[in-house]
């Protein structure tokens, strides 16, 4: 049996799927912009287990990129977490309307 997700759980997947959408991010960009856009501190120990989660459930895909001696993981979302983030976004959209 699955584990039930929390709310907050659920409500940080879909707003990372929504900046995803919008282009590929690293897990500190993720992090900053959530914090900056709705003044809730994410830890590092919330969202990479959350991203390592949507990977393993085919919503988002990582890439390495190199940046001097330092290598990041890009997450960009996929298809799949493209027709999730849609069919919750209309969801809300007919609830709220």
């Not at 900056?36 to 990977?55: E, F, H, V, W």
């Not at 393993?56 to 290598?71: H, N, S």
């Amino acid at each position: 049996m699955k584990k039930k997700e929390s709310v907050l759980t659920n409500l940080t997947k879909l707003y990372t799927l929504s900046l995803l959408k919008k282009k590929s991010r690293h897990g500190y960009d993720l992090i900053t912009t959530f914090s900056a856009r709705t003044g809730k501190k994410l830890s590092p120990g919330q969202i990479y287990p959350l991203l390592d989660q949507m990977k393993k459930d085919g919503l988002l895909r990582v890439t390495i990129e190199f940046q001097g001696d330092r290598k990041r993981k890009v997450y960009s979302i996929t298809e799949k977490g493209k027709k999730l983030y849609n069919h919750i976004s209309d969801i809300i959209k007919d609830i709220i309307s």
